[in-house]
């Protein structure tokens, strides 16, 4: 009971009714105060009145009987003015304080002190005073049988007629003959008051309990039941009910204070169901993080520990850290756990310990404080990362490393790794030596654009960064000598650099090779040729032979020999002999060893070239030649000799297929030989197509043909140089060879190059 009493006594709706209350009651109580005294004093003014007007009255009757001093009349007008109701005491006093008339007739001739009560009101003062305002002039006091009267003394002053009067004069220098003093009694009117108030109070506590219901009804159903509901869904947003106040019907301050309450707890539950899942989160992370995890106290004793640690050690709780997992009688020599309690931060340290398999362990540990709300430190958490298979690795990688660098070493190629940017040599391999001459160290952070020609260096400097392959590259020894290399860039990064991987394969001695076999395939062509040529050159020499002939004719017969004549027979010979030096030059360059250096080449130009070596033999074994070459063809970079030979390679081989399906009877009846050569640009790719209608070829031939020392020719037939040593001059170039065949149906060989400028 007490403590509902104190639960009522500190709730703020009683708190709210009390002062509502006190208020209403104290403005109450303050407004009927204030009413019944303004109403006494209201009735105390007109009494007062009355007694003046009364006083007036009496002095007026009496004025006359005075005049005469008809005494028998004044008595008689005092007796009946006295039987008034109320009316209590009547008496007229002279100046020595004797009362001459009364209402009461025991009282005449009484005389009462000149500072009694009535009296003192004029005489406190010395000379008294002659005049007083009415206020000053009631006095009010309670009588003998404890009544409450109100006396109004009115002084009868010495007027004209009175001083002049034969019965009884005065002295005009008097200025108060006597006083009048009127005692009214209080008694009816206190009853009327006291029913007045009486009634004033029942309106007024009517009116307070009749408010205080409306207060309290208004507080109740405005305030204290929206509070209640507020303080009961706080309650259960505290329990947990954050949608407690969903719904809450009420538009003034209240109903903003609930809806901002209920905005509240769902802040509170959105914070809340987060705060559990990052609890669970954290939780799980404890728990299911593979790295192992423990709480230990100032004696190293494990508070808390994860499922890995428990897994792995199989530890029970009070168990000393250095004994749970590292197998020790004795805390650690350099424990991080000691030093985290000794300043309160984090260390790190890696360790070593043995498995409950018996197996060692290696980990990186981090320590970590845990503090109180004083910021005490009250334990230490243990984070240990399991790096064994890390150490078994790199123990691996150590060999690794030293393998492959061995291999790295002892790749027969040069191997160089430049940095990106600056293209300077970090690392090369023992065969730079073998290749180069230079050793290791005299390569070493120097450019690698230092191993080609002066004059190449700024063009292959972009290359360099941009191509993958390189063919043919000149590369330069230590002594100065010309290495041709095939160059393999790979971009990688290498130690956390942005670097290129080039590896170089001398080809020198292959390409001196290929020009050998390609030299000896230009011999075997030029004698192939020999009966055209023999053919080509017999026409201009019996030219020669029958203008020599005519003029030798003409001196032995000394005939004369017309100019026109003369000059024909001179042009002739000078145009045929023309056409034999062309036919020898074409010999002599064709068959002069090729360099191997690259230059611009005008593909329409060779391949004429190489087709007028056989034009005369295609002509003579009926083969028809179509050409569609496209003006305006873009250089290539190529090296012309070698080129012409793979040209003249293309056609023979056409030449000879289509002899072979001739001579076997393949051949359609009426069905024309025929050799189509074809040059077209198309994506910056200029190519040349060498198309025959000859035997073709089938699927496991074609996919052999470019192999080396594959051929489907009999022994002493051809160049020589094959189609391999054609493919490997045109990979030189930068270039491509596709072929398309078909039994009996012909075949197409498709030459692409790239152009000069797209290079």
Same mark, same amino acid.
Not at 52 to 57: E, P, T
Not at 67 to 80: K, L, S
Not at 165 to 190: M, R, W, Y
């Given at each position: ?34 009413? /019944? ?24 009757g009496t004025h006359y009987a005075m005049m005469f001093n008809a005494r028998e009349d004044i008595n008689q007008i005092i007796t009946n003015i006295g039987k008034l109701e109320g009316l209590e005491h009547i008496r007229i006093y002279d100046k020595t304080g004797q009362i001459k008339f009364s209402n009461i007739p025991s009282e005449v001739g009484v005389t009462t002190g000149i500072k009694a009560e009535a009296c003192d009101i004029c005489h406190?003062?010395? +000379? ?24 109004? #003394?009115?002084? /009868? ?32 009117? $206190? ?11 029942? +309106?007024?506590?009517?009116? &307070? ?16 039941? +929206? ?9 259960? /947003? ?6 407690a106040l969903n719904g809450f019907q009420q538009s003034y301050e209240i109903g903003r204070l609930a809806d901002t309450i209920s905005k509240m707890g769902s802040e509170i539950g959105n914070q809340q169901m987060e705060l559990n899942r990052q609890k669970d989160e954290y939780k799980n992370l404890f728990e299911l993080v593979p790295c192992i995890i423990s709480v230990q106290d100032r004696d190293y004793r494990l508070i808390n520990y994860n ?7 199989d530890p029970k709780p009070g168990d000393f850290c250095y004994s749970a997992y590292k197998g020790r009688t004795e805390k650690c020599r350099f424990c991080p756990v000691e030093k985290t309690f000794q300043d309160g931060q984090s260390h790190y340290s890696e360790e070593t310990g043995i498995n409950k398999d018996g197996t060692t362990s290696h980990w990186i540990v981090k320590t970590a404080p845990m503090k109180n709300n004083r910021g005490e ?38 191997? &160089? ?44 400097? @972009? ?17 100065? =000598? ?10 990688? $990064? ?42 080509? %050159?017999?026409?201009? %020499? ?28 001179? =042009? ?27 230059? !611009? ?21 009926? *083969? ?9 063809? +873009? ?8 080129? =012409? ?10 030449? $000879?297929?289509? =002899? ?8 359609? !009846? ?17 190519? #040349? ?15 052999? *043909? ?12 051809? @160049?020589?140089?094959?189609?391999? #040593? ?34």
């Amino acid at each position: 009971m007490i403590q509902k009493i104190k639960s009522l006594w500190n709730s703020l709706v009683f708190k709210i009714i009390l002062s509502v209350g006190a208020i209403l009651l104290i403005v109450i109580t303050a407004w009927a105060f204030f009413n /019944i005294h303004h109403h006494k004093k209201m009735i105390m003014d007109d009494i007062v009145r009355n007694c003046d007007q009364l006083s007036r009255a009496i002095r007026l009757g009496t004025h006359y009987a005075m005049m005469f001093n008809a005494r028998e009349d004044i008595n008689q007008i005092i007796t009946n003015i006295g039987k008034l109701e109320g009316l209590e005491h009547i008496r007229i006093y002279d100046k020595t304080g004797q009362i001459k008339f009364s209402n009461i007739p025991s009282e005449v001739g009484v005389t009462t002190g000149i500072k009694a009560e009535a009296c003192d009101i004029c005489h406190r003062v010395d +000379p008294p005073l002659s005049s007083l305002p009415l206020e000053n002039r009631k006095r009010i006091f309670v009588t003998e049988n404890h009544k409450r009267a109100i006396g109004m #003394i009115s002084p /009868i002053l010495n007027e004209q007629g009175c001083a002049t009067s034969d019965c009884h004069a005065h002295p005009q220098d008097k200025t108060v003959l006597g006083a009048l003093d009127l005692v009214i009694s209080l008694e009816e009117t $206190d009853k009327k008051l006291a029913v007045y108030e009486k009634w004033l109070m029942i +309106p007024a506590i009517f009116v &307070f309990l009749v408010t205080s219901t409306i207060v309290f009804w208004v507080l109740l159903k405005l305030f204290i039941q +929206p509070i209640q509901r507020l303080m009961d869904g706080t309650q259960k /947003i505290a329990r947990g009910e954050y949608n407690a106040l969903n719904g809450f019907q009420q538009s003034y301050e209240i109903g903003r204070l609930a809806d901002t309450i209920s905005k509240m707890g769902s802040e509170i539950g959105n914070q809340q169901m987060e705060l559990n899942r990052q609890k669970d989160e954290y939780k799980n992370l404890f728990e299911l993080v593979p790295c192992i995890i423990s709480v230990q106290d100032r004696d190293y004793r494990l508070i808390n520990y994860n499922q890995e640690f428990s897994r792995l050690f199989d530890p029970k709780p009070g168990d000393f850290c250095y004994s749970a997992y590292k197998g020790r009688t004795e805390k650690c020599r350099f424990c991080p756990v000691e030093k985290t309690f000794q300043d309160g931060q984090s260390h790190y340290s890696e360790e070593t310990g043995i498995n409950k398999d018996g197996t060692t362990s290696h980990w990186i540990v981090k320590t970590a404080p845990m503090k109180n709300n004083r910021g005490e430190i009250i334990g230490a958490m243990e984070i240990n990362l399991d790096i064994s298979h890390t150490r078994q690795l790199e123990s691996r990688l150590k060999e690794l490393e030293k393998k492959y660098y061995a291999i790295f070493n002892n790749i027969p190629n040069p191997v &160089f790794v430049l940095d990106y940017e600056s293209l300077e040599i970090l690392d090369c391999n023992g065969s730079v030596t073998t290749v180069y001459g230079f050793t290791k160290e005299e390569v070493l952070s120097r450019s690698f654009l230092a191993f080609f020609m002066e004059e190449e260096r700024d063009d292959y400097k @972009t290359e360099i960064k941009t191509r993958i392959e390189m063919s043919r590259v000149r590369h330069l020894g230590k002594k100065g =000598e010309v290495h041709f290399v095939n160059m393999r860039i790979s971009p990688f $990064d290498f130690s956390e650099q942005k670097v290129l991987l080039v590896t170089t394969s001398d080809v020198t001695k292959r390409l001196e090779a290929e020009s050998q076999l390609i030299q000896a395939g230009k011999m075997a062509t030029l004698g192939e040729m020999a009966t055209g040529v023999a053919h080509e %050159l017999n026409q201009p %020499l019996s030219v020669i032979k029958t203008a020599s002939s005519f003029f030798m004719k003409k001196i032995r017969k000394k005939e004369p020999i017309q100019d026109d004549i003369l000059l024909t027979m001179a =042009e002739e010979i000078d145009a045929h002999v023309d056409r034999a030096a062309n036919i020898i030059n074409h010999l002599r360059q064709f068959g002069r060893k090729s360099d191997i250096a690259l230059e !611009p080449v005008q593909v329409n130009a060779v391949l004429r070239n190489a087709y007028d070596m056989f034009s005369r033999q295609l002509q003579l074994r009926e *083969i028809v030649t179509t050409w569609e070459l496209a003006e305006d063809l +873009p250089l290539v970079m190529a090296e012309q000799g070698r080129l =012409e030979q793979v040209f003249i390679n293309l056609i023979i081989n056409a030449r $000879d297929a289509i =002899e072979e399906k001739w001579n076997s009877g393949a051949a359609e !009846p009426g069905e024309e030989k025929k050799i189509l050569l074809r040059t077209f640009c198309r994506n910056s790719k200029v190519m #040349i197509e060498v198309h025959d209608n000859g035997t073709g070829m089938p699927k496991d031939v074609m996919d052999k *043909i470019f192999e080396p020392f594959f051929t489907t020719k009999k022994v002493g037939h051809g @160049t020589g140089i094959g189609l391999s #040593i054609s493919y490997n001059i045109i990979k030189d170039f930068q270039g491509d060879i596709r072929v398309v065949s078909g039994k009996d149906k012909g075949t197409t060989f498709t030459i692409t190059f790239p152009e000069k400028d797209a290079i």
